[in-house]
Every structure is written in C-alpha cells, then in structure tokens.
C-alpha cells in the first residue's frame, strides 16, 4: 500500500528552526519524485520544495529558497524538509506526495502532477 506520512511539526519561535519528514512506505522511493507543499490558514496550498529521487535535482518555490532545504535519506525512505529561520509566514499545514518523473528535474508547483497526499504535518510559528 502506497503511503506518505509526515511528522515533525510542531510550534516554534520565530527565527527557530524545524525538520519535517516524509516516510514513504509501499513504493521504490528511488524512482520517485517528492514534493513538499504547505496550505496556510485561508489560503491555498502551494508547492514549496521537490526532489527527483532518480537524479538528485532539488528545486524550491521563491519565497522559501535559502531557508528550506530538501533532502532524502534512502536508506530510510524518508525525505526531510528542513526550515530555518522561521518566519510568522511560515506557520501552515505541510504536506508530502509523489509524482512520476517526467524529465531531470521537477516543479513543486504542478500539484496536478502529484499523488498519494499524506495527512500533513502542522506547522506553528509564533513568540
């Protein structure tokens, strides 16, 4: 059974810093793209990060790069999104899911191209 599952979340200060995981069971993660996205209160959910497992591309949506960076431990089959210097902005629900490649690289934007949604992992950023 394919499935996704985040944790990690929690509250923190602003400034602060979190690690968020995704543990992919019932799927070769190798082949596999990875995108993290969050939905803030109120507003849509947008992609924040992804990973192509099979070439080790990483890319992040603009208002992220610098503090968020997207890793994978395939030993585990995990992918870890870690956020620094948390910001109020920051605080939403993160989710993890998987696309099938369709090239080298990949787009967190294209949530279309994404499935198998985990439950999320909720994010608080407040002093």
């Known amino acids: 059974q394919v499935r996704l599952v985040e944790s990690g979340g929690g509250l923190v200060q602003p400034g602060g810093s979190l690690r968020l995981s995704c543990a992919a069971t019932?799927?070769?993660?190798?082949?596999?793209?990875i995108g993290w996205f969050r939905q803030a209160p109120g507003k849509e959910r947008e992609g924040v990060s992804c990973?192509?497992?099979?070439?080790?591309?990483?890319n992040y949506a603009d208002s992220v790069k610098g503090r968020f960076t997207i890793s994978r431990d395939s030993a585990k089959t995990t992918v870890y999104l870690q956020i620094d210097d948390l910001e109020l902005e920051d605080t939403a629900v993160y989710y993890c899911a998987r696309a099938w490649p369709d090239g080298s690289f990949c787009r967190p934007n294209s949530q279309s191209q994404y499935g198998a949604w985990g439950q999320g992992a909720r994010v608080t950023v407040s002093s």
């Open positions: 990973i192509n497992s099979r070439t080790g591309a990483t």
């Open positions: 019932g799927f070769n993660l190798d082949l596999w793209i």
